[in-house]
């Protein structure tokens, strides 16, 4: 609080006092952080809906993605079927996705082949027409593998 006292009444020259209360401005401030957190969760709840029920199936369109994998020496894999050079990994890669240019593929490469490697892969894949290609990484000593999108 600030307030200042002064010796008599008659004196006058004292300066006034330019400090903000602030404490009603904290009653204020606690109370609408209150409200607030008991307004928010109704806020999210949405309008309860009784939804019927269909015999229609599950949409499945999540396909596991195709993984294209060079190890060190070089060599080209799709899931775990060798491919013979750049036109056998087309040629797996085309039977594997059964020409679907939507599937999602994952290439894996190991850490000892040269980035010329894998990325001539990458460009022949993308080149052949499929979109979703991404590389596979391990994450940190106790991190999962996680896929970066490349295009």
Same mark, same amino acid.
């Given at each position: 609080m600030a307030f200042a006292l002064r010796k008599h009444d008659s004196e006058f020259d004292s300066q006034p006092i330019a400090d903000i209360n602030v404490t009603p401005l904290v009653d204020v401030m606690l109370v609408l952080l209150i409200v607030f !957190? *008991?307004? @928010?969760?109704? !806020?999210?709840?949405? &309008?309860?809906?009784?939804?019927?029920?269909? $015999? @229609?199936? $599950?949409?499945?369109? /999540? /396909?596991?993605?195709? +993984?294209?994998? *060079? %190890? =060190?020496?070089? =060599?080209?894999? +799709? %899931?775990?079927?060798?491919a013979s050079g750049v036109e056998g990994l087309l040629a797996v890669l085309k039977e594997n996705s059964e020409n679907n240019k939507d599937r999602r593929i994952h290439v894996r490469a190991d850490k000892a082949v040269a980035y010329?490697? #894998? =990325?001539?892969? !990458?460009? #022949? &894949?993308? =080149?052949?027409?499929?979109?979703? +290609?991404?590389?596979?990484?391990e994450g940190g000593a106790s991190g999962p593998r996680s896929a970066s999108a490349a295009r």
């Open positions: !957190m *008991v307004a @928010a969760p109704l !806020m999210t709840s949405g &309008i309860p809906v009784d939804l019927p029920k269909t $015999q @229609a199936k $599950q949409l499945n369109d /999540q /396909q596991p993605p195709i +993984v294209v994998s *060079v %190890d =060190a020496s070089g =060599a080209y894999f +799709v %899931d775990k079927k060798e010329g490697k #894998v =990325a001539e892969a !990458m460009g #022949v &894949i993308n =080149a052949a027409g499929y979109i979703k +290609v991404a590389l596979v990484s």
